[in-house]
C-alpha cells in the first residue's frame, strides 16, 4: 500500500542552526500539508501546499519556515534558524485529488539545542 | 476561535470492555476526522464522517451535526487498542487543514 515517508526520522541540532525536513508524498496526491506536535500538545497545523504553491498557513509558519517541492516527488520543509521551541515531531501529510483523508507520514523528530 | 474538544483525557479500561470518546466542536464543519496516534508518534486516519455513523471492525464513529458532537466507540476493547486518539476537523473544505483535538489517551489492561 502507498505510503508517506519522511526523512530523517530524528534530528537534532544546535540553536540557529537551518534544517531540512523532507517528505515524499503519495505520488499521486496533489494536496500537502505540514503539521507539528510539541511533546505532551496537540497536533497544530502549519502550512498547506498546492499546485505549486502556499495554499493556507498559520500564524506559527512564520518567515522562518520555508517550504518547497524541488521536483516531481519530495515536499520539503525549512526552518532557516531553529530556536528551542522548534523542538517537535514534524507530520507531512498528503491528499489526493477529490479525496477526503489525509495520508500521515511517520514524523521526524527534531530536537533544537 | 476554532476549537476542538475532546473528552476524557486520559481513559483506562479493562479488556472487553465497551469505550466511548467524545469529540465537540465550536462551528460548522465541513469533516470530523478521528485518528489514532500509536506511542511511537506515528498517525493513522480511522473514520472521515460528515453525517451519520461509520463502523469498521470494533470501531464505531457518530457524528451530530446540530449538537456539533462526534462519538468513538470500541466494542470489546483489547491491550492492542492503546493509543491515543484524536479528533480534527476539517472547517474550509476536504482540502483545508485540520484543526486537532489534544487527544484521549486510552490504556486498555488485560
Known amino acids: 500500500e502507498p505510503e508517506v515517508t519522511q526523512t530523517p526520522s530524528h534530528q537534532v541540532t544546535q540553536m540557529g542552526q537551518e534544517v531540512i525536513l523532507r517528505c515524499v508524498p503519495i505520488?499521486?496526491?496533489?494536496?500537502f500539508y505540514w503539521y507539528r506536535q510539541i511533546l505532551g500538545q496537540k497536533v497544530e497545523f502549519l502550512v498547506s501546499f498546492y499546485n505549486n504553491e502556499i495554499s493556507e498557513k498559520s500564524e506559527i509558519f512564520d518567515d522562518q519556515f520555508s517550504v518547497e517541492r524541488p521536483d516531481g516527488s519530495n515536499f520539503t520543509l525549512k526552518i532557516r534558524s531553529t530556536k528551542l521551541e522548534d523542538s517537535a515531531m514534524y507530520f507531512c501529510?498528503?491528499?489526493?485529488?477529490?479525496?477526503?483523508?489525509?495520508?500521515f507520514g511517520p514524523g521526524t523528530r527534531l530536537l533544537v539545542l | 476561535k476554532n476549537e476542538v474538544e475532546q473528552s476524557p483525557q486520559n481513559l483506562t479500561a479493562q479488556e472487553g470492555e465497551f469505550i466511548t470518546i467524545n469529540c465537540s466542536y465550536s462551528?460548522?464543519?465541513?469533516?470530523l476526522h478521528w485518528l489514532q496516534q500509536h506511542p511511537g508518534g506515528g498517525i493513522v486516519s480511522l473514520f472521515m464522517?460528515?453525517?451519520g455513523k461509520k463502523k469498521h471492525g470494533r470501531l464505531i464513529a457518530t457524528i451530530n451535526i446540530q449538537e456539533k458532537h462526534s462519538s468513538l466507540h470500541i466494542t470489546a476493547s483489547h491491550p492492542r487498542d492503546s493509543a491515543v486518539y484524536i479528533c480534527a476537523v476539517n472547517y474550509g473544505g476536504s482540502q483545508g487543514n485540520l484543526i486537532f483535538g489534544k487527544g484521549t489517551k486510552l490504556s486498555v489492561k488485560p
Open positions: 462551528v460548522g464543519i465541513s469533516a
Open positions: 464522517l460528515s453525517s
Open positions: 501529510a498528503s491528499l489526493e485529488a477529490g479525496g477526503l483523508t489525509q495520508y
Open positions: 505520488s499521486n496526491h496533489l494536496y
